[in-house]
């Protein structure tokens, strides 16, 4: 496996060298027309002579402008990095502008869905598993990219992308969306605290599940002397619910969907039998009794369901004592240690968990059918993730302002990053060959160490579900458990959650639960057979 790793590896740094190579002569004043035989001389417009797209059959004599959304809070100088990235890539050598819009994590749940139903131009936008890509593609708002037409319209992306990306991205076969090229660990939770205010009061060392309990306990009674919340969380981030399940040797079977099984320490396909949906389970209720019990010693505010405050932000701001999330939570500490508010440590919480990359489906942009141009958006796409330059100005920013490279090939960070920090917000465009950052603070590298010690490859990674067949059940059941499961996390039923639960269980054996099972459980073992694990 490690020789077939490095051959690929070796494969894909040479192609991104010759194509860098042809990237840097991208602002020739040689120009060439690329419009079809039959267009209209006069009302084309010329690319540059060696733009990786010129001389390829496009027509691209007509400026189009391409309008591409996104998620999270848009970075201070995302203006300035957009213009210099049409100014040196998508105007000479696509005679294309583009447009980054953002979708605020507060309120994207509700904007999203009205984006693609509205009559706002979309051409490109952000889906992964968790964010709509089965639900949008079963409705038929997103474009099949069909063999054929990723061939021609992102050529270079499509020789580049791992095999497996498209299988993982896939449903029953088609694909509707094109998925990141870097397969990482985002799906594991870690947990950053206030390792200052451990040092100072002598608090426990949140080394396990229940340390971490013991933890927050310790911040509740020193609050008024403190300030500190001990998990602002709210409903914008259910963030315990990925370390709960990763205590009991949970792992889903699907990317997207709330099917799981027990792994049992191995990497073996589970049977149909053992699989089950999480969501009105045994788990699940033992799950929100837990976050009642939390919310009671009041390990979070009682008005967290109305707070729209970014979860990352307030342990930035040194009003959280911890932030439980993937990596990102290290660079949500080295910006409470760079604002000289306090310092933070990391643990694992399930150091002995096993652990899984995430699916590459876990990141992806879809070219939209509303869009009037699916050829021009694919290229623009193609463009982005293929072209190192341009990915690298789109992923850290300014090379000189934000980020510069080492001789070496790491990144170091500079001053202007705070206003554009690397990988912010284009986590669907990461490739393989990005540069890792220069001096690699050691809390991550131990966490890092332990987390490469305990990968596995579960066998269930390839299965996709595709749920046309009961989409009106499945509608129905997704719209219950929206309405109940953050309040659930932030335990605000109290005492009353078991009652809460068994309303919620029976809503859900009334919009069809079983029958939905029953109709992934039957893919899945087609998957099975497909595949010779059965």
């Not at 749940?109 to 889906?127: A, F, M, P, R």
């Not at 639900?135 to 319209?153: H, M, R, V």
């Not at 602002?232 to 709960?244: G, S």
């Not at 039923?493 to 639960?513: M, P």
Request: glycine share 6%; hydrophobic share 35%.
């Amino acid at each position: 496996m490690k020789k077939k790793m490095k051959q690929l590896l070796s494969l894909t740094l040479a192609f991104v060298t010759a194509f860098a190579l042809v990237g840097c002569k991208g602002m020739s004043k040689e120009t060439a027309n690329v419009s079809k035989e039959g267009a209209d001389s006069t009302s084309s417009t010329e690319i540059a002579a060696d733009s990786p797209y010129a001389e390829k059959g496009y027509d691209l004599s007509k400026r189009e402008n391409i309008v591409m959304y996104v998620l999270g809070d848009e970075p201070a100088d995302m203006q300035t990095v957009v213009e210099q990235a049409n100014a040196k890539y998508f105007e000479p050598n696509l005679n294309t502008t583009v447009e980054i819009k953002f979708l605020n994590w507060s309120d994207y749940t509700t904007k999203y869905l009205l984006l693609l139903s509205g009559g706002e131009q979309v051409d490109l936008i952000y889906t992964a598993a968790w964010c709509y890509y089965n639900e949008e593609a079963a409705k038929g708002a997103f474009w099949e990219l069909t063999d054929e037409f990723l061939k021609e319209n992102m050529p270079y992306t499509y020789e580049q992308q791992p095999k497996e990306s498209w299988d993982q991205i896939s449903i029953d076969g088609k694909i509707y969306a094109v998925p990141k090229a870097k397969a990482t660990f985002t799906a594991y939770n870690i947990t950053a605290v206030r390792q200052d205010l451990i040092d100072k009061y002598g608090l426990t060392v949140p080394n396990s599940w229940d340390n971490y309990q013991k933890y927050l306990e310790e911040l509740v009674q020193l609050k008024s002397e403190t300030g500190v919340v001990p998990l602002n969380t709210n409903a914008n981030r259910e963030q315990l619910l990925t370390t709960f399940l990763q205590t009991k040797g949970i792992q889903n079977v699907a990317e997207g969907y709330d099917w799981m099984y027990y792994n049992n320490g191995k990497e073996d396909a589970p049977d149909a039998s053992d699989i089950f949906y999480y969501y009105g389970s045994d788990l699940n209720l033992e799950y929100c009794k837990k976050m009642a019990e939390f919310a009671s010693k009041g390990f979070w505010s009682a008005d967290a369901i109305n707070d729209t405050t970014d979860a990352q932000a307030y342990f930035e701001n040194g009003t959280s004592g911890s932030f439980v999330w993937n990596t990102s939570v290290f660079q949500a500490g080295k910006n409470l240690e760079s604002a000289n508010i306090g310092t933070y440590a990391v643990y694992d919480l399930t150091s002995e968990a096993l652990r899984s990359r995430a699916s590459y489906a876990t990141d992806a942009i879809a070219i939209t059918t509303k869009s009037k141009n699916q050829q021009r958006a694919a290229l623009v796409l193609d463009y982005m993730k293929s072209d190192v330059n341009l990915n690298r100005l789109l992923l850290g920013g300014i090379e000189g302002t934000h980020y510069e490279l080492t001789e070496g090939g790491t990144r170091v960070t500079l001053d202007k990053s705070k206003d554009y920090g690397w990988n912010n917000w284009a986590w669907a465009l990461n490739r393989e060959d990005e540069p890792e950052e220069d001096g690699l603070d050691e809390r991550q590298v131990e966490i890092s160490k332990i987390t490469m010690a305990h990968e596995y490859r579960p066998e269930v990674a390839g299965f996709t579900f595709d749920p046309k067949k009961v989409e009106t059940e499945y509608t129905v059941i997704k719209s219950i458990i929206d309405e109940y499961k953050q309040s659930f996390a932030l335990g605000i039923y109290g005492d009353n959650t078991e009652n809460e639960f068994a309303s919620f269980q029976k809503k859900l054996r009334d919009a069809g639960i079983d029958k939905v099972t029953d109709e992934f459980k039957k893919q899945y073992e087609g998957y099975l057979l497909r595949t010779g694990l059965k």
